[in-house]
């Protein structure tokens, strides 16, 4: 995307090769001030028409590379709540508060794009500029640190079994050993973790898939991030679901932004990220969409 300042200068350097033309055929002075002034005005109100006119051209505000003018644009891949989920046509949820919290800081709004898992995790969305920061309760690992930024922890989590009421499953050493057949999102840390355990889960696209392949009996059990699962069985459609089993994995969610390229908003999603949780706004964001904060205030 062509920034101002790259319009500017591609405008500068064609006056500097219009004047040396000029001096170079013994042009008079004046006939170049005059092709000056008016090369200068059309382009000043070139860019004035594509300033007012492409609401997507991109801006730096406080130092943070924007890549369209007054948003900041997260990607995400719906349906994840209580982190992100769209309700009554509008995407809300965990993450969205606490992106909306650094888009208020730029005095700008958020746009979210939708998008799927594999394009965030490998850091592709980013470096396509489909988005500035991704978000989605993605978890913390080196091999994504390796080609993403990612600010500091914003939340600590666990992974859950669920499973049918009456299942009999109460770990996963059960799930083996009644030959169950398990599932899981594709591309998570969930996933991630039972074939670490010698399982071969079916892969559902995103956690609604994966939600109704338990429902369906495509699969008898199934792992998902914890605070996910509590936002399911608030739903009186699963009363006939049930954990059965907490795997402590260990994981903590970041923000993620592109490579090298936006260090001011690492810095900036670090410092609301620390002003929240000191005033008391991150703790009102969790209660609202995850519960009761844990003993320790949340993830430092």
Not at 75 to 101: A, I, N, R, S
Not at 110 to 126: N, Y
Not at 146 to 165: N, R
Not at 222 to 228: F, G, K, L, N, T
């Amino acid at each position: 995307m062509i920034t101002r300042a790259e319009t500017n200068g591609t405008a500068e350097r064609t006056d500097d090769e219009d004047r040396r033309r000029n001096t170079d055929t013994g042009g008079h002075v004046t006939r170049w001030t005059a092709r000056w002034a008016l090369g200068t005005g059309l382009a000043a109100l070139a860019l004035t028409a594509t300033s007012c006119g492409n609401g997507d051209e991109g801006a730096t505000v406080q130092g943070v590379k924007l890549i369209k003018k007054d948003a900041l644009t997260s990607c995400t891949h719906l349906p994840y709540p209580p982190f992100q989920v769209e309700q009554g046509g509008k995407v809300v949820g965990f993450d969205v508060d606490l992106v909306d919290l650094v888009a208020k800081r730029l005095g700008v709004t958020q746009k979210i794009v939708d998008t799927q898992f594999e394009t965030m995790r490998t850091g592709a969305a980013l470096n396509a500029g489909k988005c500035d920061i991704v978000m989605g309760g993605m978890t913390i690992k080196p091999d994504r640190v390796e080609f993403m930024d990612v600010t500091k922890p914003y939340f600590d989590a666990t992974q859950s079994l669920l499973a049918k009421k009456g299942s009999g499953v109460t770990s996963l050493d059960a799930v083996k050993a009644k030959d169950l057949k398990l599932g899981a999102q594709a591309g998570t840390t969930g996933e991630d973790y039972v074939k670490g355990k010698g399982f071969d889960p079916v892969s559902f696209d995103n956690s609604g898939a994966e939600l109704d392949g338990l429902r369906t009996g495509q699969v008898k059990v199934i792992v998902q991030d914890d605070p996910v699962v509590k936002g399911w069985l608030k739903d009186p459609a699963n009363a006939g679901l049930e954990i059965v089993a907490n795997l402590n994995t260990g994981e903590q969610y970041g923000f993620w932004i592109r490579k090298g390229h936006n260090p001011k908003l690492v810095e900036l999603v670090n410092q609301v990220l620390a002003q929240a949780k000191a005033d008391g706004t991150y703790k009102r964001i969790y209660e609202r969409w995850i519960g009761a904060m844990p003993p320790a205030g949340g993830p430092s």
